[in-house]
T-cell receptor, first 114, second 113 residues
Framework: GAVVSQHPSRVICKSGTSVKIECRSLDFQATTMFWYRQFPKQSLMLMATSNEGSKATYEQGVEKDKFLINHASLTLSTLTVTSAHPEDSSFYIC??????????FGPGTRLLVL | AQSVSQHNHHVILSEAASLELGCNYSYGGTVNLFWYVQYPGQHLQLLLKYFSGDPLVKGIKGFEAEFIKSKFSFNLRKPSVQWSDTAEYFCAVNPSGTYKYIFGTGTRLKVLA
């Protein structure tokens, strides 16, 4: 089946620093990738849709200057949390959409901002 | 607004019991429907999906789901659960013509051995 990887799996950083999270589709090309945030005991909240070679589309209420998304190739999208604050601590999950319009999810990245 | 409801937040069953998890959505147009499972400590995995055709869809690990258009429902079923089915189950709806998935809040299933 389709495999999506994320790196790192967990990261701890100091407040005010930036953190980059990578999302890769390992065995298929994904023109569209998605970034979600999952709060404890809650569902996934879509943050943005990342399209290869173009600007990401952000959901309402998501700060595009804080959560920078780059989708430079058909297999890689990155999310950079800039000037992280403790309230940005969360579980970030990416997914990649295949040609059959199915999303496959990465294992997630747990971010803790001190 | 489009939404997906999973009314059962927590379900506890004994092994060999039958399972049915509800999923209802609010969207009047054509949709693609999905069930994902998240085992403890693991990532979301696709259980099954419905795009068109036979409304009864069979997925992996003995799961199936039935799309009832008139009821805007896509309930997940398994005739006999196992302890290893303990996980969180998410229903997702993709309005046709869009990329977005709208997720339900999830149902935590615990199967007692």
């Amino acid at each position: 089946g389709a495999v999506v990887s994320q790196h790192p799996s967990r990261v701890i950083c100091k407040s005010g620093t930036s953190v980059k999270i990578e999302c890769r589709s390992l065995d298929f090309q994904a023109t569209t990738m998605f970034w979600y945030r999952q709060f404890p005991k809650q569902s996934l909240m879509l943050m943005a849709t990342s399209n290869e070679g173009s600007k990401a589309t952000y959901e309402q209420g998501v700060e595009k200057d804080k959560f920078l998304i780059n989708h430079a190739s058909l297999t890689l999208s990155t999310l950079t949390v800039t000037s992280a604050h403790p309230e940005d601590s969360s579980f970030y999950i990416c997914s990649a959409r295949d040609l059959q319009e199915t999303q496959y999810f990465g294992p997630g990245t747990r971010l803790l901002v001190l | 607004a489009q939404s997906v409801s999973q009314h059962n937040h927590h379900v506890i069953l004994s092994e060999a019991a039958s399972l049915e998890l509800g999923c209802n959505y609010s969207y009047g147009g054509t949709v693609n429907l999905f069930w994902y499972v998240q085992y403890p400590g693991q990532h979301l995995q696709l259980l099954l999906k419905y795009f068109s055709g036979d409304p009864l869809v069979k997925g992996i690990k003995g799961f199936e789901a039935e799309f009832i258009k008139s009821k805007f429902s896509f309930n997940l079923r398994k005739p006999s659960v196992q302890w290893s089915d303990t996980a969180e189950y998410f229903c997702a709806v993709n309005p046709s013509g869009t990329y977005k998935y709208i997720f339900g809040t999830g149902t935590r299933l615990k199967v007692l051995a």
